[in-house]
């Protein structure tokens, strides 16, 4: 969008084959990601939000330069990361990093803290063990583990699901990237320890100036974390807006059915609530419908939703949205009426 | 004090004092340190806490598959009257999945991978039923149906690898249900799913107990889902009740400090806020409990006697109490 964007994605796109048998001569693909684009400029956090299969994490993958596309590129800083050399790629590695979900996972059980931590600073950068020593403990003090010393000699399985998505955090800023993809960083965790997380996590966004990709499929999340959000559904974005306009007003039906489905915390509400159910699966990305993805669970669907496949575009300024039908004035009319 | 928490009459569970112990190493856990609940029927009630308060040690009290090291060592489980603790293990078996089942949080995890969903909701019914084999498959079918499955002939035959998370856990209900069950308990069982299949789930759990008349047991640490789908909430912490209230007080005027610290981490999507309220600090090394009330080292209003004393129930509404010192009796 803008020139100072630090990723940028072009018409990405990721389809996984399936074997061909005896039995099964024609080939078939997965469309796990099917021509997205998007762009994240420096210091901005872009939510990346959908359904589990909806193509989130392959994206994450790609970003990451993890994985080739099918086609489309990857740029950082403006350069394409699947022309980089192997070694090129090292050198980048250090400036974007991965904060998982599973944080039980994300170590190695038989390392301790210290060892983790102190990993990607020996990989990258040449200090000295003391040096590595005052980093690990001041990273530690940053994502709030205090004091330090009570940590450096434990192992993962020692700490609380809070405290290893903590230095999961403190392993991803350990080399001062200029970039994060968080996928699903919350998810895993109690309501109490998931703002302590994500406050950790704000602040550390803005004081470093981060760009991050934050993955969620839980919408309540992204309001007060991210700047932008872009929704997916079935490999593809189907709207993209700053968080603000997404929330105050949604357009794709989609994006209306995720805001319904989010819990409201209040009983006298939640009970009585008519619900936009959103019935239904994510199609099969093997045997995709023509037209649009998502017009097995539309509640507007039209005939044009049939046959031709909606693009994504401007539906106010700084909102795009894929979808044939929301700009109607009777639609909009509707929507209106139901979020009063 | 005793006697303002006797059940109603029509209390279809009733947990009294229940202690569990883990033994470990380093000494022993009271996972679950004397908590008195209560169900009645028809009624859908929620546990709430964060990881490690004792919701889910309740629950398998409560089953009476407590597995080792870990017991059961006081207090009284009565179901329909009867105290569940002096079942033999062959009487339990007559109890679970046809008068109390229970729904787990990663439904793929109690799934035969080997065998068909059909097979594996038939199981508890030819358990407990003795039918003959139309009988059950019918029974089977329609469970299926009963739980949102559009094509149950179809979907019997599936090995569970070919069930999307959602379908899995509608499975995982259906098992639990296929006996009509007075009693369903789920722990946790919304938690690993999507948004938009978590709010499904929901719903069908609403549905199936307004049309069985069965009751809830719902163990949960979202607030969300307590509010969606809930009557009664026992707030758990440090394997003890702090507060017990219906839904809506709970929701309007918490009492205890740590239920208004929980509600305050509830995120909602109607409003931006700068710094996310949060409750610092984790919860306690169970196996030397905080002296005093559970709480007080992450409770901003501990005073002294807070640190000293237990806090006795306070009664804060109808059948309504927390067990705060500063909560203000009504």
């Keep these: 969008m803008t020139n100072q964007a630090l990723v940028e994605i072009k018409e990405l796109s990721k389809y996984f084959p399936l074997g061909t048998s005896l039995f099964r001569k024609e080939k078939k693909v997965v469309r796990a990601v099917d021509g997205v684009s998007f762009s994240i400029g420096r210091g901005e956090v872009l939510a990346l939000v959908g359904e589990s299969g909806s193509g989130k994490t392959t994206i994450a993958r790609l970003v990451l330069g993890l994985t080739r596309p099918t086609s489309g590129t990857v740029e950082f800083r403006g350069r394409n990361i699947f022309d980089l050399s192997d070694k090129e790629l090292l050198g980048l590695r250090k400036h974007m990093q991965l904060v998982a979900q599973d944080s039980a996972s994300a170590f190695n059980p038989r390392k301790t803290i210290r060892h983790i931590l102190a990993q990607p600073l020996k990989i990258h950068e040449h200090y000295s063990n003391d040096q590595i020593n005052d980093m690990i403990s001041k990273l530690l003090v940053r994502v709030g583990l205090n004091p330090p010393e009570q940590f450096l000699s434990r192992f993962p399985h020692e700490l609380s699901g809070g405290q290893r998505q903590r230095i999961g955090i403190a392993r991803a800023i350990s080399l001062n990237p200029e970039f994060i993809v968080a996928d699903e960083p919350v998810s895993a965790l109690d309501v109490s320890v998931r703002s302590q997380i994500l406050n950790v996590f704000k602040l550390i966004q803005r004081t470093n100036e981060l760009s991050v990709l934050f993955i969620t499929h839980d919408l309540s999340v992204v309001r007060s974390v991210c700047h932008k959000i872009a929704v997916m559904y079935a490999g593809k974005i189907v709207e993209h807006a700053t968080v603000e306009k997404l929330f105050n007003s949604p357009a794709h039906p989609y994006t209306q059915a995720l805001l319904a489905a989010t819990p409201i915390p209040d009983p006298a509400i939640a009970q009585k609530k008519k619900k936009m159910a959103l019935t239904g699966d994510v199609p099969s990305l093997i045997d995709l419908p023509k037209g649009c993805r998502y017009q097995a669970r539309c509640p507007w669907k039209e005939e044009i939703c049939e046959t031709v496949e909606p693009e994504l575009t401007q539906y106010e300024s700084d909102h795009l949205v894929a979808c044939h039908v929301a700009s109607r004035s009777s639609v909009k009319e509707m929507q209106a009426l139901h979020r009063s | ?330």
């Design chain 2, 1 to 330: 004090m005793i006697d303002m928490i006797t059940p109603p009459r029509d209390s279809i569970l009733e947990v009294r004092d229940l202690v569990t112990n883990f033994s470990t190493p380093e000494g022993v856990v009271r996972a679950v340190d004397g908590i008195s609940i209560n169900v009645r029927s028809g009624e859908s009630v929620a546990i709430v806490g964060e990881s490690g308060s004792g919701k889910s040690t309740t629950a398998l009290s409560i089953m009476q598959l407590i597995p080792p090291p870990g017991r059961i060592v006081g207090g009284n489980i009565i179901y329909k009257g009867k105290d569940l603790a002096e079942f033999s293990e062959r009487e339990m078996e007559g109890i679970r999945g046809k008068e109390i089942s229970m729904v787990f949080q990663d439904p793929r995890s109690f799934l035969n991978p080997l065998m068909r969903v059909g097979d594996q909701i038939s199981e508890a019914i030819e358990l407990h039923f003795h039918n003959n084999r139309e009988t059950v498959k019918k029974t089977v079918i329609e469970t299926l149906k009963k739980v949102g499955i559009h094509d149950p002939e179809q979907v019997a035959r599936y090995y569970p690898h070919k069930l999307s998370g959602g379908m899995a856990q509608r499975v995982l209900i259906a098992i639990a249900v296929s006996c009509r069950p007075s009693l369903l308990i789920a722990d946790e069982a919304t938690t690993a799913l999507d948004t938009t299949v978590q709010s499904q789930i929901v719903d069908l759990l609403r549905t199936l107990k307004d049309e069985s008349g069965m009751s809830l047991l719902v163990i949960t640490h979202d607030l969300g889902i307590v509010a969606e789908l809930c009557d009664r909430v026992y707030v758990m912490y440090g394997g003890k009740i702090m507060e017990t209230s219906d839904v809506r007080s709970l929701f309007r005027n918490p009492q205890h400090p740590y239920t208004k610290a929980l509600l305050k981490c509830v995120l909602s999507t109607y409003e931006y806020k700068d710094k996310l309220e949060s409750l610092e600090g984790s919860v306690p090394d169970l196996t030397r409990p905080p002296i005093g009330c559970r709480f007080h080292p992450r409770c901003p209003l501990a005073t002294q006697e807070c640190r000293e004393r237990e806090p006795p129930p306070v009664r804060t509404g109808e059948s309504a109490y927390a067990y705060c010192w500063k909560a203000t009796s009504t």
